[in-house]
Structures are given as structure tokens and as C-alpha cells.
């Protein structure tokens, strides 16, 4: 019965529009945006199921005390569904669509159940939660202009006017700087703004000369309004995918940390956040030069190669990899091969913003392996991880302790 529901968080409609748990999660908390309250209304009206399994969740997360949910009950739960769309079919057999909404309801309050337990500390094999807060991130970012105005982005769509006389085109996951067929009625002095990426946030950019940006979260990206002169540069903190827009000989230069990555166009990824030992430049296609200042190191990278930078001993070092491991974040996935649990735990706590506490320092170096997806419960791999291990878990509000 578990492989029905393990690890489920979204729910597919019959016209194929997909909203994840951590949505419904945060209607009941009042947290949509406007756009998102479009879209969950949108989807509530599809059908009666819908809404009915709305209210269900509604009814259990404003309980007062959230009981257990046992396997038992949930498998009696799903029965008790089946026999209601095999009934539902007899009736009404020849309009199948109700079949397939039905379904999808039964497959809904399976979900429910998954995403609402509850583990209590002295069962075996159960995650112990004190009050479950630790959802996936979404879309969200903060522009701050050059003339010091901010603006809150993620939420609703509108158009910004630049002092240069560039339109910026904002909705709630992108920011686009729209096409400029003659650029000579544009300011030419060099006006930078900042895009910063809080933890549990992620966005993207079309920069004014094509060339596309994924943020992740806690990163901060600084660039020209216009790139003038013969090259075009940008400032990183943290971690960003880029696909570069070829312009003949004027190449895009990337200052991160210790490291300026060089390209003409091609697509890679750079991760270099302060709070982590080393930095790195993934190569996804085409070719980059990587130079470091320290050392005087130089590296010119083909698809599949990665250069790792040790910021203590100062060392660079080129390397093969899978480079989906690397850049998988931003088709909406995390690959881990063979990766310390303090190294994933960092990962995963700028995404779903919590703390990490260790009560055993021998389980940082505890190597795991898995894939996982940025919208699934967080409890869920939690829970993989004390099945295939000694490790144990106790989750404190935003808080995540971890022990042997």
C-alpha cells in the first residue's frame, strides 16, 4: 500500500495543471500570492473531489492537537475511496472523466495522509516532529535598483520603466529585461542592480542581452542595466545556472569569489557560497576559461569537466563529472552520489530554510546516495535516511537535530 502515496506531493488534474502539496500547505496558512490564489481557485473548481479534499486537510491541519495517522488508517481510507469511484464508474460509465477526477481524489487522500503524519519519538522507525514547519521554498527574490528602490518579486506581474530607458517585464518566476531594437536612445553609463535570492527562495533573469540566469537560493546576483564596451560582466554570490547569449567576440565574464569564469556562450553552473569549503564551475556545453587570481591558476574547461577550488589551501583542480549532479537544482531536482550528510543537509537547508544542529559530529561524514525532488516533503527523505541507516532525526520548529 505505501508505494501509492510514498514520496507523492503533487496532485495532476485531467487537464494536466499540476499544484504541489507545499501550495495547498500554504493556503491553509494564508501565505498564496495572488498569483498562486488564481491558480488554487482554478484548480478548486475543477471538481467536487478537489474541493472536498481541500476541506479534509483544512479540518486536520487546524486541529488542536494533530493525532497519528497510522498505516492501518490510511490504507482504510483509501478503501473506503476505491469502493466510491468503482460506484461512482457503475453509474456513470459512459462519462469517464468523472472516473478519472474521482481517481485522482482517492490518489489525493493518500497524499493528505503522507504530508500530515505525525511520528512519535519512542516508535521505531518513525521520524520524530514537533510541530512539522519545514516546507519547500518557492519563488521569491528581492531587485534593488541603482537608485535604491526595492521591489518584492514572486508575487504579481507588472512592468518596471529603468532610468536607462530599458522595460523590465516582472512576473512570479522571472525577471526580463525586454528586447531593445536600438539601443541608441539608451543611457550608456553603466547602472548596476542587484537580484538577491533569499534561503528558501529561487528565481530567474533574462538579461538585457539575452543571456539567462537560475538563482538559487541565498545568492545574489549584481549586473549592468546595459552591457556597454567590449564585454559584458556580472557579479555572483552563491549559486546560479547561466546559458549565455552568444555575441560574436564581446565575451561574458562572471566574478565569483576568488575565481572569473570567461565565455563566449555556452551553458555551466557556478556554486560559491561563503559558508562552504570549496567553490565550483560546471561545465555544461560549450567551453568556459576559469582563472584564479590566487596562484595564478588557469583552466580551460570542455563539457563534462568541472574545476574545484579549495578556498583555505588555495588549490584548484580539474575534474570529470556527472554534471547533473551539479546543475539538477534547476530543472527542479537534487542528486546526491555518494555525498556526506552535512554536505546535503547544508544543501537542502537554503532550499527549505532550516537550521542544523549535530549531536553526534561522526554522522557529518556518513555518505548517502539519491535523488530528490525541490517541491517533495522534507520528512520524506528524512525518513529515507534513518531506514537505511543508523541516523536518527527530531525536528524543532526549524530546526533539524541530528544523532546516532
Not at 529561487?202 to 539567462?212: A, M, P, Q, V
Not at 553526534?360 to 520524506?380: A, I, M, P, T, W
Amino acid at each position: 500500500m505505501a508505494s501509492r502515496y510514498r514520496g507523492v506531493i503533487k496532485i495532476k488534474t485531467m487537464k494536466d495543471k499540476t499544484i504541489s502539496a507545499s501550495l495547498i500547505y500554504r493556503k491553509i496558512e494564508g501565505k498564496l500570492s495572488a498569483v498562486e490564489e488564481e491558480r488554487f481557485e482554478a484548480w478548486l473548481k475543477e471538481g467536487w473531489e478537489h474541493r472536498e479534499y481541500y476541506e479534509r486537510m483544512r479540518r486536520m491541519y487546524q486541529q488542536e492537537n494533530v493525532q497519528e495517522v497510522e498505516t492501518g488508517e490510511i490504507q482504510e481510507a483509501w478503501v473506503v475511496f476505491e469502493k466510491r469511484v468503482q460506484g461512482q464508474r457503475r453509474i456513470e460509465r459512459r462519462q469517464r472523466w468523472v472516473w478519472v477526477m474521482s481517481a485522482v481524489a482517492s490518489v489525493a487522500i493518500v497524499i493528505c495522509c503522507c504530508w500530515f503524519v505525525y511520528y512519535r519519538a519512542n516508535t521505531e522507525q518513525k521520524l520524530n516532529v514537533a510541530v512539522q514547519k519545514i516546507v519547500p521554498g518557492q519563488y521569491n527574490a528581492v531587485l534593488e535598483m541603482a537608485d535604491g528602490a526595492t521591489y518584492q518579486l514572486g508575487e504579481q506581474q507588472y512592468f518596471l520603466q529603468e532610468r536607462t530607458g530599458n522595460q523590465i517585464k516582472v512576473d512570479s518566476t522571472v525577471l526580463s529585461y525586454l528586447p531593445v531594437n536600438n539601443k541608441s536612445g539608451l543611457s550608456q553609463d553603466i547602472v548596476y542592480n542587484k537580484l538577491s535570492v533569499p534561503k528558501g527562495g529561487e528565481y530567474r533573469i533574462e538579461l538585457e542581452d539575452g543571456t539567462k540566469v537560475w538563482i538559487n537560493s541565498a545568492s545574489r546576483l549584481r549586473y549592468p542595466v546595459v552591457f556597454s564596451g567590449n564585454i559584458r560582466e556580472v557579479y555572483l554570490e552563491g549559486e546560479a545556472y547561466f546559458e549565455v547569449q552568444r555575441e560574436g567576440d564581446r565575451p561574458f565574464i562572471v566574478h565569483s569569489g576568488e575565481q572569473k569564469v570567461t565565455v563566449l556562450g555556452t551553458s555551466f553552473g557556478i556554486s560559491c557560497y561563503a559558508s562552504e569549503a570549496n567553490d565550483y564551475t560546471t561545465l555544461v556545453s560549450g567551453k568556459v576559461k576559469v582563472d584564479f587570481e590566487r596562484g595564478k591558476q588557469s583552466f580551460v574547461l570542455e563539457p563534462g569537466m568541472q574545476v574545484a577550488y579549495n578556498k583555505e589551501s588555495g588549490v584548484a583542480m580539474e575534474r570529470k563529472v556527472d554534471v547533473a549532479e551539479f546543475v539538477a537544482w534547476k530543472d527542479g531536482k537534487y542528486i546526491f552520489k555518494q555525498k556526506r550528510l552535512e554536505d546535503i543537509l547544508s544543501t537542502l537547508s537554503r532550499w527549505y530554510d532550516f537550521e542544523v544542529f549535530y549531536r553526534n559530529e561522526d554522522v557529518k561524514d556518513v555518505l548517502f546516495s539519491g535523488e530528490l525532488r525541490r517541491f517533495d516533503d522534507f520528512s520524506y527523505l528524512l525518513r529515507l535516511i534513518e531506514r537505511t541507516s543508523d541516523v536518527k532525526f527530531v525536528i524543532d520548529k526549524k530546526v533539524v537535530q541530528v544523532m546516532r
